[in-house]
């Protein structure tokens, strides 16, 4: 298996833009889960999903931030807009039977 | 929620040395899994181990659920068995993991 995809792998933008995430979990894992690592907090769970259902978004930072699955392979985090504390690395995992497979991220920079 | 301390918080190893990082954890846990956070920042799973003890290759790990914590055994290290090692740990019956700040390990030549 190619393992958890995501793109791009490095973005850089401008505050105020949209940026748009995407993520394709490993075949057969009914589980996608979107994180956040900085230095100051750590690795963050932001939201997950259980057979394209959102589960708990409770730690998504604010309106800004929205997610969808519209379907078992494909995932989206949306900023909009972006702000320079956005900057981060963001990776998407997925899972069946409790283990998690993480992404190789996205490294975001908001300038 | 559950409470996830990792020890030490920075090792430093000349190649060839053994390790052991640990894992406290503050209530019971249905899941633990320990990572390895390489210098280019993937994170690559080491083990999946909610009890019990397994091995792969030079790296072994020994969960003791019912005294809440978790070891992780480095033998032989090598250069590339640098990065940050994190244990994630997941309670209850959600699918959240929680994850410690990690052991930042260096192993020098």
């Known amino acids: 298996d190619a393992g958890v995809i995501q793109s791009p792998r490095h973005e850089v933008t401008e505050m105020g833009q949209e940026v748009t995430l995407r993520c394709k979990p490993i075949s057969g894992h009914d589980y996608l889960f979107w994180y956040r690592q900085t230095m100051m907090r750590g690795l963050e769970l932001l939201i997950y999903f259980n057979n394209n259902v959102p589960i708990d978004d409770s730690g998504m930072p604010e309106d800004r931030f929205s997610a969808k699955m519209p379907n078992a392979s494909f995932s989206t985090l949306k900023i909009q807009p972006s702000e320079p504390r956005d900057s981060a690395v963001y990776f998407c995992?997925?899972?069946?039977?409790?283990?998690?497979?993480f992404g190789p991220g996205t490294r975001l920079t908001v300038l | 929620g559950i409470q996830v301390e990792q020890s030490p918080p920075d090792l430093i190893l000349q190649e060839g040395a053994n390790s052991t990082l640990r894992c406290n954890f503050s209530d019971s846990v249905n899941n633990l899994q320990w990572f390895h956070q390489n210098p280019w920042g993937q994170l690559i799973n080491l083990f999946y181990i909610p009890s019990g003890t397994k091995q792969n290759g030079r790296l072994s790990a020994t969960t003791v659920a019912t005294e809440r914590y978790s070891l992780l055994y480095i033998s032989s290290s090598q250069t590339t068995d640098s990065g940050v090692y994190f244990c994630a740990v997941r309670g209850g019956s959600n699918y959240k993991l929680t994850f410690g700040k990690g052991t930042l390990l260096t192993v020098n030549p």
């Open positions: 995992a997925s899972s069946q039977n409790w283990e998690q497979f």
